[in-house]
DNA sequence: CACCCAGCGATTGCCAACAATCCTGCCGAC
DNA sequence: GTCGGCAGGATTGTTGGCAATCGCTGGGTG
C-alpha cells in the first residue's frame, strides 16, 4: 500500500497484534513502536491508520491507539458473517481446485490431525487459519477471500481460546476433515455445507460459558 | 474517524463518488480537492487513505489516486459475497425488526412503487440503497451491516447501470416488495431466501451483456 | 480527610517546507 | 521522420518541528 517502511510497520504490529505480544487493549504509543520497529514516526502513523481500517486497531483523538478488544458477542457477530462467506469460498474451491492444491490441502489435514494427537494447541490454531487460507486461495475469488481474511484477523484470541477447551479440537478436526473431503472430492454443496457446519459450531461453543476464565 | 476536516473531507469525495461527479478512473489530485473542499492537504491524504481501505479508491504510487474502476467480473463477485449478507440482515431483520420500523419499511416501498411508475430511476436507485439501509438498521447487525456498506458502495455504478435496462426496475421492486413482506411478517426463513434470490437476480442481470454500451 | 484545580510532562495531531518521482515538451542524433 | 534523452513543471511522499490535548502530580481549600 505504502512506502516500503509502512508496510514494515504494518507487518510487524500485525504480527505483534496476532501473536498476542501486544494484548487487546494494548496501548501502542508511536514513539515506542518507532524504537520498536526502527521507521519514522509518520510511518508508523500510517501503519496504525491502515490497522484501524481493518479493524484491528481502534483509535481515540488525541489518546492514541490501542488493540481493539473484540467481546464475546463481537466475534459471534463475526463469526455470523464468516459463515456463509466460508461457504462461498468452499464451493467455489470444490468447483476450481486444481490436482496439486487438492493434494497440498490433504497434506496439510494431515498436519493438522498430527498436532491435535500431540496436543500442540498453539500449532493447531495457527494451521487451522492455513488451512483457511489455503481453501480461499482455491477458491480464486480475492474479494470474498479479502473479506474472511479480515474478519478472521479480528479473532485470533478468540480461535485460540477455542482450542484451548478440552474435546474442542476434535470436534473441530472432524468438521474440517468433512470438508476438506469434499472439496478434494470436488462436491461444491457438501463443502459449503460442511463449511457452514463447522463455523455453525464455533458459534455454539462461543456462546457457551467459558470454563476458565471470562470472555477476555 | 479524524479530524472533522478528514471527516469532511471524506464526505465530500465518497458522495461526489457515488453520485459519479466523479467517474471511475477519475483523478483525485489532491491540490484540486484542497481547493475544491477547502481543508488542508493533510486532510485531503489521510481521506483518500480511507477511501483506498474501502475499495473505493485506487493509489498508485507516486502516481496518485484514481477512483477505482470496477469490472463486470469484481462487480459478480462482490455481490456474490453481498447475496448471503444481505439473507443474513434480512433473516436478523425478521428476528428484530420493531413495529415502527415495519411501518417506515412498507412506507419506503409505497415511494419506491411510484418511482418505479413515474419512471425516475436514479430515484429509484437511490431508493434501493436506502431499503437496504433500513434493512441492515433493523438487522441490529453492526458488522455484516458495515461489510454490506462497503459493498455496496463499490457497486453504486454498476447498479444504476442495471436500472437502466427496460424492465429490470419492475423485476427488481417485485423481488423487493417480496423482501419487506417476508419481514415485516417476521418470517426469518422467507426473508433470507427473497434476499438471496434478488441478488442472485442480480448476478444473473449483471452476467448478460448490457444492451447498450460495453460494462463501463 | 476528601476534593478541586493549576501546572507540567508526555503524547498525539497538524502544517509547511523539502525531497523524490513522474509526465510533458523539446532538442538533437541517426 | 523517428527515436532517445534531457530539462522543466507538476504532483506526490516524507520529514521535522510546532501546536493542541491529555493525564498526572502536588498543593491548596472546605
Redesign the interface.
Known amino acids: 500500500?505504502?512506502?516500503p517502511d509502512q508496510q514494515t510497520a504494518e507487518r510487524v504490529l500485525r504480527q505483534a497484534i496476532s501473536r498476542g505480544d501486544m494484548p487487546p487493549g494494548y496501548r501502542l504509543v508511536e514513539a515506542e513502536m518507532v524504537a520498536l520497529i526502527g521507521v519514522s514516526r509518520s510511518a508508523v502513523r500510517?501503519a496504525i491508520?491502515?490497522l484501524?481500517?481493518?479493524g484491528l486497531v481502534e483509535?481515540i483523538?488525541n489518546k492514541g491507539a490501542r488493540v481493539r478488544v473484540v467481546s464475546t458477542e463481537?466475534a459471534i457477530?463475526?463469526t455470523?458473517?464468516r459463515?456463509?462467506?466460508e461457504?462461498?469460498l468452499a464451493r467455489k474451491a470444490a468447483e476450481r481446485i486444481t490436482d496439486a492444491e487438492a493434494e497440498r490441502l490433504q497434506a496439510h489435514l494431515g498436519t493438522m490431525t498430527a498436532a491435535v494427537d500431540s496436543g500442540d494447541l498453539q500449532k493447531y490454531s495457527e494451521l487451522i487459519r492455513q488451512l483457511y487460507a489455503l481453501v480461499a486461495d482455491a477458491a480464486r475469488?480475492?474479494?470474498?477471500a479479502d473479506?474472511v481474511g479480515r474478519l478472521q484477523a479480528q479473532l485470533v484470541r478468540h480461535q485460540f481460546q477455542l482450542s484451548l477447551r478440552p474435546g474442542r479440537p476434535r470436534v473441530s478436526l472432524g468438521g474440517l476433515t468433512d470438508l476438506v473431503r469434499a472439496i478434494v472430492d470436488r462436491d461444491p454443496e457438501r463443502a459449503e455445507a460442511a463449511a457452514s457446519d463447522h463455523l455453525r459450531g464455533v458459534i455454539t461453543a462461543l456462546s457457551e460459558p467459558s470454563p476458565s476464565g471470562g470472555a477476555a
Open positions: 500500500m505504502g512506502s500510517l491508520d491502515a484501524v481500517a481493518e483509535r483523538r463481537e457477530a463475526i455470523e458473517c459463515v456463509p462467506l461457504g462461498l475469488h480475492p474479494i470474498a473479506l
